[in-house]
């Protein structure tokens, strides 16, 4: 089975670039989507179809494909974005759906 | 406003069935995917088990495989999750989410939980 690999933790100063990056063999065969998860709550969809952003999340938040990486971006962070993210793909052939083990951003 | 509200959970010895149930609103619920995603305490997200708007196809972590059973009704707008053979490591906040029109898409909503502990 396949298998999404993101570092433990991101640390960053606020108004800089954050870049979580997500890896896997799968990657390259199905899009990729992010959450982010604040403490006591439940995931929210922060991007979609690698690049996408649905409504209402802000333009800071971007999303990146190349080969058998993802990569989330938050450009000129803010102390909300601190929380857990987590990248997500699919196994078509099973089916099964796969998350990343997280990964803490933290705003220095 | 898409609303999932989960019930179900508990405190339960190990071996012992529980059944979660999900109610949800505000969405065509018979045009979308439905998951369940577990989290166990301090730890990140599992997906535990999904199926399609028309139930036809269904799938499942191997964690929760052959013990988990994942069901529908589309006319009470509600997604099941019938969990036998309980273990200790099945202690965690289930949720249940909104899956697009696929069974390997995105989760675009999510509820709060009920939350699972599995001890003798």
């Known amino acids: 089975s396949y298998e999404l690999t993101q570092p433990p933790s991101v640390s960053v100063s606020p108004g800089q670039t954050a870049r979580i990056t997500c890896s896997g063999d799968?990657?390259?065969?199905?899009?990729a989507y992010w959450y982010q998860q604040k403490p006591g709550q439940p995931p929210v969809l922060v991007t979609y179809?690698?690049?996408e952003r649905p409504s209402g999340i802000p333009e800071r938040f971007s999303g990146s494909s190349s080969g058998t990486t993802v990569t989330l971006t938050i450009s000129g962070v803010q102390a909300e974005d601190e929380a857990d993210y987590y990248c997500q793909s699919a196994d078509t052939s099973v089916p099964y759906v796969i998350f990343g083990g997280g990964t803490k951003l933290t705003v220095l | 406003e898409v609303q999932l509200v989960e019930s179900g959970g508990g405190l339960i010895q190990p071996g012992r069935s529980l059944r979660l149930s999900c109610s949800a609103s505000g969405f065509i619920f018979d045009d979308y995917a439905m998951h369940w995603v577990r989290q166990a305490p301090g730890k990140g997200l599992e997906w535990v088990s999904g199926?399609?708007?028309?139930?036809?196809?269904?799938g499942y972590a191997d964690s929760v495989k052959g013990r988990f059973t994942i069901s529908r009704d589309n006319a009470k707008k509600s997604v099941y999750l019938q969990m036998n053979s309980l273990r200790e490591e099945d202690t965690a906040l289930y949720y249940c989410?909104?899956?697009?029109?696929?069974?390997?898409?995105?989760?675009?909503?999510w509820g709060q939980g009920t939350l699972v502990a599995v001890s003798s």
């Open positions: 989410a909104k899956g697009d029109d696929t069974l390997t898409g995105n989760c675009d909503y």
């Open positions: 199926i399609t708007w028309n139930s036809g196809i269904l």
């Open positions: 179809k690698d690049i």
């Open positions: 799968v990657l390259p065969k199905q899009y």
